[in-house]
């Protein structure tokens, strides 16, 4: 292979726009405010932009993403999943899989992240309005169905019944056990917990998702499912909703997507003409029932 | 904006010189087997070859830093570091010289999706905008050139600011330049040269005519219209694309050799190991390597080169011009297919989906 070619340094230096209107590849820095350990390998970072006017002017949708990033080490794509009707600070959840989630584990308050965001499209919860939701969340799937369920609760006369069914491997591996807590006690809406492997003193459902969907029975009437996990989860409780007479407009994910840039350039994180980071991540299941077959 | 000059092949140095004053020339140069473009010093022959690889690094460099970080101490909390962010780049005005219409219509495939995008990309604009491209019209047909079934062309003007076309032999052998956009008119203003007669200017259009009866006779052009519908349809043929990607060894070559292809990766650098200064680049990347969209968890969506190759195609002849009204990302330069160390002919796979057959499935 010839070697690169190097455009050769002179005296015309450019400062390329700041803010992520002029240049989106450069971060807002701002400050972990605090963490917690949700999981043995879930933590949530909660973050605030340092510039006070920047952090001010944020809005964004629930179901938009933002890059996290450590700087030197990388970025991350996670889903903000406060919702935007709390702007005290922005969160994210991550779950440890790759170097640098892993170096994002380590952070501690004080500490500066850079973040990209808001990203991509969002549920539509303003179609969504006057209808029964269905929430069924798996392992760190709940994340971005957090967001939407705090700003439906935040928002609770514009919804009708609001379901959650969230799943996860073992008791230990649920996360956001408080807001878990908070919605058992909660009489306006009917929450549900299971776990694969149950211990003796588990004192909700056990068994896999879909199957504790069959069981709940949701009406499909006027409702919504809104779901997020890992694929196979995805798969086989987008069939129970099938079997639940659920149409595919009636059925929205978000699908995850390695991704660099955010904004739609990078070029690898498309499904067919579809760019997850700007097209999504939230999709009917219409929508990906007409896309190419790459989940 | 079209007026036509006149460039002895004498004058060419010195004409190339009064172009770019103030601008760094790159212009192809011989380096070991390969042909590829070099900062070029004034006065310098330039080498008319073909380059092995087109120019589209110095307007998107294979590596360049977008932001550097600098962390200090806090000084009012000292276990604690502040970050500071610096976007300062440099960037100087530049020519290029001596790219083909296939490696300047690669510029007009960047232009849809970094600056008519949805966001515009300010590292490529500010490059693109300070960069004139000086084309020179083929004369000759490549054995893999196919520029002619993409919509480019041996005299195609898109992406270039000025189009040179040799003219003439021995002694009178020269070029007719014209100018294609008012940047490029400025520019050959400033070189002084007498105005192309008719006589040149019909030479150079009885070039242009010549290469493109060339291209035609090698390989008659195909209608590509039916290809973007028909790559989909083929998306599930596991057999096909199996077939097609045997040989392939996921090296990458075609990607890089590409002018269109404009996939990147961005990752940090440490100058230390305390972690106190480094930068963030972005960098050439390609759809061929199997961690390209290997997520953190293991999950891959194309973890076979059958996948990977059926994206790199689907991509150029079906997304991209679903996306770009019906503008194929692919400028039928041949590159990919002379450096492809076993062989891959992407033309072949463009016409084997593009064909219906009984094994189409819904053909």
């Given at each position: ?66 890059q996290l990033s450590l700087f030197g080490v990388g970025e991350s794509t996670f889903v903000i999943n406060s919702p935007p009707t709390r702007m005290d600070y922005l969160q994210f959840s991550i779950m440890r899989a790759g170097e640098v989630t892993a170096a994002l584990h380590g952070l501690k308050p004080g500490d500066k992240v850079g973040v ?180 | ?83 500071r962010l610096d976007s300062t780049v440099d960037i100087e005005p530049a020519l290029i010289f001596g790219g083909r219409p296939c490696d300047a219509r690669g510029f007009h495939i960047f232009d849809r999706v970094y600056l008519n995008g949805p966001h515009r990309d300010p590292y490529y604009a500010a490059r693109r905008e300070a960069t004139v ?13 196919f520029c002619h079934w993409t919509g480019c062309g041996p005299a195609d003007t898109t992406g270039s600011d000025i189009l040179l076309t040799p003219v003439g032999e021995g002694a009178d052998a020269g070029f007719v330049a014209v100018a294609v956009t008012e940047r490029g008119g400025a520019v050959l203003e400033a070189a002084n040269l007498p ?169």
């Amino acid at each position: 292979m010839p070697d690169a070619i190097t455009p050769q340094a002179g005296a015309h230096a450019t400062t390329l726009g700041t803010g992520f209107t002029d240049n989106p590849y450069l971060p807002d820095v701002a400050t972990v405010l605090e963490t917690v350990q949700e999981t043995p390998t879930i933590k949530t970072l909660r973050v605030r932009i340092d510039d006070p006017a920047r952090m001010e002017s944020f809005r964004f949708n629930p179901g938009q993403v933002g890059q996290l990033s450590l700087f030197g080490v990388g970025e991350s794509t996670f889903v903000i999943n406060s919702p935007p009707t709390r702007m005290d600070y922005l969160q994210f959840s991550i779950m440890r899989a790759g170097e640098v989630t892993a170096a994002l584990h380590g952070l501690k308050p004080g500490d500066k992240v850079g973040v990209r965001a808001p990203l991509g499209n969002w549920f539509p919860f303003e179609d969504m309005r006057g209808k029964d939701i269905v929430f069924v969340g798996g392992g760190i799937g709940m994340a971005p169905l957090r967001t939407l369920l705090l700003y439906m609760l935040d928002n609770r006369a514009d919804y009708g019944n609001i379901t959650l069914l969230y799943g996860a491997r073992t008791p230990s591996d649920m996360a956001f056990r408080d807001d878990v807590q908070e919605w058992l006690g909660r009489s306006d809406m009917q929450t549900t917990l299971t776990v694969d492997q149950a211990p003796e003193d588990w004192p909700h459902r056990a068994g896999l998702i879909p199957h504790v969907l069959l069981d709940l029975a949701p009406s499909n009437a006027n409702s919504v499912a809104v779901l997020c996990g890992p694929p196979i989860m995805i798969k086989f409780t987008v069939e129970a909703l099938k079997k639940l007479h659920f149409a595919d407009e009636q059925i929205i994910t978000t699908l995850e997507r390695r991704m660099k840039c955010g904004i739609g350039i990078c070029g690898r994180c498309n499904i067919g003409t579809k760019y997850v980071c700007m097209d999504g991540p939230v999709f009917t299941y219409a929508e990906l029932r007409d896309l190419p077959n790459e989940l | 904006m079209s007026f036509a000059r006149y460039i002895a092949r004498g004058e060419l140095a010195r004409a190339l010189d009064d172009m770019a004053r103030g601008r760094v020339t790159y212009a192809p140069r011989r380096e070991g087997d390969a042909v590829v473009f070099r900062p070029r010093a004034e006065g310098e022959e330039p080498l008319l070859a073909r380059a092995t690889v087109p120019p589209k690094g110095v307007i998107f460099p294979q590596s360049e830093r977008l932001f550097a970080f600098i962390r200090e101490k806090d000084p009012n909390d000292p276990g604690h570091t502040t970050v500071r962010l610096d976007s300062t780049v440099d960037i100087e005005p530049a020519l290029i010289f001596g790219g083909r219409p296939c490696d300047a219509r690669g510029f007009h495939i960047f232009d849809r999706v970094y600056l008519n995008g949805p966001h515009r990309d300010p590292y490529y604009a500010a490059r693109r905008e300070a960069t004139v491209v000086v084309t020179l019209a083929c004369n000759k047909a490549g054995s893999t050139c196919f520029c002619h079934w993409t919509g480019c062309g041996p005299a195609d003007t898109t992406g270039s600011d000025i189009l040179l076309t040799p003219v003439g032999e021995g002694a009178d052998a020269g070029f007719v330049a014209v100018a294609v956009t008012e940047r490029g008119g400025a520019v050959l203003e400033a070189a002084n040269l007498p105005e192309a007669d008719a006589a040149r200017s019909d030479a150079a259009q009885a070039v242009h005519a010549a290469t493109q009866a060339a291209l035609d006779a090698q390989s008659p052009a195909r209608d590509l219209s039916a290809t973007p519908a028909r790559l989909l349809e083929r998306f599930s043929d596991s057999d096909f694309w199996r077939d097609m990607s045997d040989k392939c060894l996921s090296c990458g070559a075609c990607t890089y050799l590409c002018p269109t292809c404009y996939c990147f990766n961005i990752t940090d650098e440490n100058d230390g190991g305390d972690g106190m200064r480094g930068r963030r680049l972005r960098s050439w990347d390609n759809c061929m390597s199997s961690l390209f969209t290997r997520e953190a968890s293991g999950h891959n969506p194309r973890m076979g080169k059958a996948l990977r190759l059926r994206n790199r195609v689907g991509h150029k002849f079906s997304y991209y011009p679903q996306l770009h009204e019906g503008v194929v990302s692919c400028n039928g330069c041949g590159r990919c297919i002379t450096g492809c160390p076993v062989s891959v002919d992407i033309r072949e796979m463009v016409v084997r989906a593009t064909e219906a057959n009984e094994e189409t499935p819904n053909a």
